[in-house]
Nanobody, 116 residues
């Protein structure tokens, strides 16, 4: 059973950067597409970014395009979300997920707070 654990969240000032990690155990990520969602209090869950199983294709929400970069290191069984030029509206709990053959697995989430 695939298990995902996010890390790297925290408090950062506007304009700052954070790198989130999504580490997998129980199975290799080689055949999974991976993505990130976020959810802020009182708001709908928002898809942030995703990456194909081989890293050849990436997608970003318009709200983060040009500021966030998703990448994966299959050797380390980890996916990353590099976030730069952070804004207060990026404050949310960030969740990673893994998709393969109709099954989706979720991590427990990591809090990102952008505030001065």
């Amino acid at each position: 059973q695939l298990q995902l654990v996010e890390s790297g969240g925290g408090l950062v000032q506007p304009g700052g950067s954070l790198r989130l990690s999504c580490a997998a155990s129980g199975s290799t990520l080689d055949y999974y597409a991976i993505g990130w969602f976020r959810q802020a209090p009182g708001k709908e869950r928002e898809g942030v970014s995703c990456i194909s199983h081989n890293g050849g294709s990436t997608h970003y929400a318009d709200s983060v395009k040009g500021r966030f970069t998703i990448s994966r290191d299959n050797a380390k069984n980890t996916v990353y979300l590099q976030m730069t030029s952070l804004k207060p509206e990026d404050t949310a709990v960030y969740y990673c997920y893994a998709d393969r053959m109709g099954s989706r697995y979720w991590g427990q989430g990591t809090q990102v707070t952008v505030s001065s």
